[in-house]
């Protein structure tokens, strides 16, 4: 998950000037990690929507105090004033308006699914394994890049993968009996995970590919996307 406190939509880039109804900060989100174990979460969303069942199983597995509005019209505004985080699915941007309003108010964390224009969080693609678990963010610009990037991990982090995690678990709870120092326990860890490495290849649209190759060195390939 990552997080904008930026209010009313502004965002101050490092030069100092002010860029009004800019949704996505120009220098990203900050990523964190949210303990949410008994605090009030409210998902809004049909129970047909899959982004909504989604966020209500993510949120019941880190045990939050989960609120799932399956009818966005009968929302109240008692539903959210006292939320920790309130995440909100449908593409309605008078509801989302109305939940940005709320939260500068109330002081609620809020997400609302491709609408990065209201709310101030971004939600992270997670990719499990075992009790691994990597948060993968383009800050708004990219989803659909930032999913790719999920299933390419998925495949990458099998099942040998959580095998080899679990046993690195087994080795530092048996380090942790048998071996006083804390320096060396550290360092017999680091020993047993010496030689794994993750190989990942990245490919690119066609487009982008001739925009790059026509930048040449040194020169930003953006301005040849224009």
Partial sequence: M???????NEV??????????DPLPPNGFFPVSLNVVGRRCVVI???DDREATEKVQALREVDADVVWIEDPAALRDEDVIDA??????????????????LADVHRFMLCTI???????????????????????????????????????????LDGKFVRFIDCLAQQKRRNRARIADGATRRSAMIAAADGFEVDMRVVYPEWFEQAWQC???GVDPRRATR
């Fill in 215 to 217: 930048a040449g060195p």
């Fill in 2 to 8: 990552v997080v904008d406190w930026s209010h009313e």
């Fill in 12 to 21: 101050v880039p490092r030069n100092g000037r002010v860029m009004i109804d």
């Fill in 84 to 101: 920790f985080f309130v995440i909100s699915t449908p593409q309605d941007a008078e509801l989302s308006a109305r939940l940005r309003s």
């Fill in 114 to 156: 491709d609408q990065p224009r209201f709310g101030f969080v971004a939600m992270q693609a997670i990719v499990k394994a075992g009790p691994v678990r990597v948060g993968i963010s383009t800050g708004g610009v990219a989803p659909r890049v930032g999913k790719h990037l999920k299933t390419a991990l998925e495949r990458v």
């Fill in 45 to 47: 969303g049909p129970p």
